[in-house]
């Protein structure tokens, strides 16, 4: 099992950052692919980012390519998303989660956190 926590979402004018960080619990952390998903009022889950366990790889939605950078350190049981350059389309609940293998699909993550309300304003 394993159990992940999200921090760091906020309200944030268009054109500012912030850091998400999700922690999770267990001695197994470093076993897993871990990924970031947001889903807004209306709308349904989607990908946002994905990193393998070693953090070689990585994977992103197109419209955050370029703005947005997926990290971890397994030492700390922490992944992070930091999100630059943010728009009111980018206005959200995230979540982390993971899985042992990656992908870009919700239903391929087994264990989820409870999710971070990030709100760009315009």
């Known amino acids: 099992q394993v159990q992940l926590v999200e921090s760091g979402g906020g309200l944030v004018q268009a054109g500012g950052s912030l850091r998400l960080s999700c922690t999770a619990s267990?001695?197994?952390?470093?076993?897993?692919?871990m990924g970031w998903f947001r889903q807004a009022p209306g709308k349904e889950r989607e990908f946002v980012a994905t990193?393998?366990?070693?953090?070689?790889?990585?994977y992103y939605l197109d419209s955050v390519k370029g703005r947005f950078t997926i990290s971890r350190d397994n030492a700390k049981n922490t992944v992070y998303l930091q999100m630059n350059s943010l728009k009111p389309e980018d206005t959200a609940v995230y979540y982390c989660?993971?899985?042992?293998?990656?992908?870009?699909?919700?239903?391929?993550?087994?264990?989820w956190g409870q999710g971070t309300q990030v709100t760009v304003s315009s």
């Open positions: 990193i393998n366990w070693s953090g070689v790889t990585t």
């Open positions: 989660a993971a899985d042992e293998f990656l992908g870009t699909k919700p239903g391929n993550y087994d264990y």
């Open positions: 267990g001695r197994t952390f470093r076993r897993y692919a």
